[in-house]
Nanobody, 119 residues
Framework: QVQLVESGGGLVQPGGSLRLSCAAS????????MAWYRQAPGTQRELVAS???????NYADSVKGRFTISRDNAKKMVYLQMNNMKPEDAAVYYC?????????????WGQGTQVVVSS
């Protein structure tokens, strides 16, 4: 059974930093675009950042210059370094494995990790 397990969420003050991690198992990791989404209460889930195996990372405008996505294909891990955090970054953050153009492959979601930004 494929698993995506997020960790690293928690409470952070405005201006602070957090690093989210996502561990993938039983998945051909390098074949997937890995992404982070987030969803705040009452809003739709939105893409935060994504990165293909050897691609250029893609970011939502709201996090450009503050967040950095990275992946370690050998460890099947994807990370989201979040700096200079703002109250509007508070949300549940989800790890997502996107098969991209390989639509015959299943996509996968993690269960999410809560991020709270508050003083």
């Amino acid at each position: 059974q494929v698993q995506l397990v997020e960790s690293g969420g928690g409470l952070v003050q405005p201006g602070g930093s957090l690093r989210l991690s996502c561990a993938a198992s039983r998945i051909p990791f390098s074949l997937y675009v890995m992404a982070w989404y987030r969803q705040a209460p009452g809003t739709q889930r939105e893409l935060v950042a994504s990165v293909a195996e050897k691609g250029i990372p893609n970011y939502a405008d709201s996090v450009k210059g503050r967040f950095t996505i990275s992946r370690d294909n050998a460890k099947k891990m994807v990370y989201l370094q979040m700096n200079n955090m703002k109250p509007e970054d508070a949300a549940v953050y989800y790890c997502y494995a996107d098969p991209g153009a390989a639509t015959w492959r299943t996509d996968y979601w993690g269960q999410g990790t809560q991020v709270v930004v508050s003083s």
